[in-house]
Every structure is written in structure tokens, then in C-alpha cells.
């Protein structure tokens, strides 16, 4: 994928992640404003909470980027959020959303339980376009795979390449560059697996169709000299970029069936008022799984990443809220809306 959305011969449009954002949150705007004023709530009173609850989401979004994937640059420097650089993480930001989103509800009296059951659908949606765009970026890509409706990105997408750069030092001036290539990658493909990177597409022709044919030039096969290879562009050895799970299509794809989902059971008496919680157990199962491919994990604890053990959290966090305030209102009945 390229992170040019528009190619023409005399306009380029750049379709970056902040673009998206900026217009899944426009869409999710409009969306949640027509559903929380058809549940009762004024158009001023929205506008208000939800740039509330977003400037929260972008404050969480920004923490939990360094604290849980940039984690090593966080522990150096703290102050680091302050800067410019770094990301954003998608599942601070909706956590931030759902805490400011509680914070002006409190402030202001309103039922934030009863509010939430016209937001949950609109920003599931959110959520799927926003791993779309991550897709046309490509950002937060999957781990490698040799199944065939593996991905590889442009090398114009800095956080596509970023690892395969880092990487290529270990093998670019190796006088065995396909031994280290296997040992990086043999959790997850062979050689053969590897597709050949561009430059080398001239080697077609020789009967050369990925990595792993390459081995014709390498002992014992074959003993050329530096000059050699680097006549066939093998010295130093170029980039090479796996072919990996599409994670984002997957995660987008989760989510509309989150979507669909939770947009049956709002209409639902067991859901009513309870539909916060039905979400995180949505949105939780599915970064759980997602978690199992994604190519840029943050190990934490026992084989899993910072973000499985905060999906754990929100999953049974979710659950048990879920069967406690069913608990308690098949007791004292659902508490009455307070509109603003």
C-alpha cells in the first residue's frame, strides 16, 4: 500500500493518519450528535462533552504511547510526551475518550450510563475506519506470513520501514546474508516466503523469484566475489520487506462486527444502560486478538503485550460491571436519564 490515496499527473493527495483522524472524528461527531439529541440531550450540552471527552482521548492517546509502546523512551525521559514526535495510541485515546466522556458527565449531572447508549455504535465505526486508514499508511501492520493475502507496504510509509531499516544492518555487508535473513525471520516464514525487493527484480530472468532462490550466488552453490555481487546487486544487500498480516484489515473488520453487534443489542431491555460496558467487552476481546498478529508488539508480561494485559482489564472489568449493575437494577429498577 502507498500513503498517497489520490495519484494524478497534476495532484497528489497524501492521505496521512492525522487526515483520517481528523475526519473520523467529523464523521463520529455527526454521527453521535444525531443520536445523543434523538436520546434526549441538546445539541450545546454535546458540543461541550464531546470536546471534553476528545481532548481527554488525544492527553491518553499520547501517555499511553510511551508508556506502553515506546516504553524504553518513556523510562529515559518522561518530559518526552511534551515533544514533538511520537505517535498516538488508538486504545489510549478511546480509553481517554470514555474517561472524559464520564468526567463531564459527572460534572455536568448527567446519567453517563444512559448517554453512553447512544454513543457506543458511532464510535465502534470510528474505530474501523480508523484502523482503514492505518492500512493505507502502513501502520500498525502485522507480523510476517507466508498465507496469501499477505501485505507489504510502500517503502514511502516511514512506519512500514522504520524496522526493516533498523534491521538491514545486520546482513547488508554480511558474507552470509541469507543465513541471517533465515534466522530472522524463521519464526514466522522460509526464505522462499520473502518476496525480492525491487531492485532486484532484474534477476527474474535468471529464475529468481524471491529470497530464497538468491541462494544460487551463496556457497555451496556458487562462490562469487564482492565485485561480483555487487554487479547483481546482491553487495551490499538490499532491504528486504516480508509480506505480512494485514492486522489493520482484521482489526476493521472486528469492528464492524462490533458495530453490527452492538447496534442489535442497544435496541435491547438488557442492555439499556449498559451498553458502556457491552462495548469494552467488544473492543477488548478484539484488541485481545488482534494482539496475536501485530508486527509492532510491546511485550509486558508472559509472552503478552502491554495491550493484551489492558484488554484482559477491560474484558473482565467490563463483564463484571455488566452483570453487577444487571444485578442491582433487576433490584431497584433503571435509574431515569438526566438530560441536559
Same mark, same amino acid.
Given at each position: 500500500m502507498h500513503p498517497v490515496n489520490i495519484n494524478l499527473s497534476f495532484f497528489h493527495a497524501f492521505g496521512y493518519e492525522g487526515h483520517w483522524a481528523l475526519m473520523t472524528l467529523v464523521v463520529g461527531f455527526f454521527y453521535q450528535r444525531a443520536k445523543s439529541v434523538q436520546a434526549g440531550y441538546s445539541k450545546d450540552w454535546f458540543i461541550s462533552a464531546y470536546s471534553f471527552a476528545i481532548l481527554m482521548g488525544f492527553v491518553f492517546a499520547r501517555l499511553f504511547h510511551f508508556m506502553f509502546w515506546d516504553t524504553e523512551t518513556f523510562l529515559k525521559n518522561p518530559l518526552v510526551v511534551f515533544h514533538a514526535g511520537g505517535g498516538f495510541a488508538i486504545l489510549g485515546g478511546t480509553i481517554g475518550t470514555g474517561f472524559g466522556g464520564w468526567v463531564y458527565s459527572r460534572w455536568t449531572g448527567v446519567n453517563?450510563?444512559?448517554w453512553c447508549d447512544s454513543l457506543m455504535t458511532p464510535i465502534c465505526l470510528s474505530l474501523a475506519l480508523g484502523r482503514l486508514a492505518c492500512f493505507l499508511n502502513g501502520d500498525a501492520y502485522g507480523l510476517p506470513?507466508?498465507?496469501?493475502?499477505? *501485505?507489504?507496504?510502500?517503502?514511502?510509509?516511514?512506519?512500514w520501514m522504520r524496522e526493516w531499516q533498523s534491521l538491514h544492518s545486520l546482513y547488508a555487508t554480511s558474507p552470509d546474508p541469507l543465513g541471517v535473513l533465515s534466522r530472522i525471520f524463521s519464526s514466522y516464514v522460509t526464505l522462499h516466503d520473502l518476496p525480492l525487493p525491487q531492485t532486484l527484480a532484474g534477476l527474474q530472468s535468471q529464475g529468481v523469484h524471491n529470497i530464497g532462490d538468491l541462494a544460487k550466488f551463496y556457497p555451496p552453490n556458487a562462490n562469487l566475489s564482492q565485485t561480483q555481487l555487487a554487479t547483481l546487486g546482491l553487495y551490499p544487500f538490499p532491504i528486504v520487506t516480508p509480506k505480512v498480516h494485514p492486522a489493520q484489515l482484521y482489526e476493521t473488520i472486528l469492528m464492524l462486527i462490533g458495530y453490527v453487534f452492538i447496534m442489535f443489542a442497544e435496541k435491547q431491555p438488557w442492555c439499556k444502560q449498559r451498553t458502556f460496558f457491552l462495548f469494552?467487552? *467488544?473492543y477488548g476481546i478484539n484488541r485481545?486478538?488482534?494482539e496475536t498478529v501485530r508486527g509492532d508488539r510491546n511485550l509486558a508480561l508472559a509472552g503478552l503485550t502491554y495491550a493484551q494485559l489492558i484488554s484482559i482489564l477491560l474484558i473482565v472489568s467490563g463483564i463484571f460491571a455488566f452483570w453487577y449493575y444487571t444485578m442491582q437494577w433487576n433490584k431497584k429498577g433503571i435509574p431515569e436519564p438526566v438530560l441536559k
Open positions: 453517563f450510563l444512559h506470513t507466508a498465507l496469501p493475502w499477505g *501485505v507489504t507496504f510502500s517503502s514511502l510509509s516511514s512506519d469494552w467487552i *467488544v485481545l486478538l488482534i
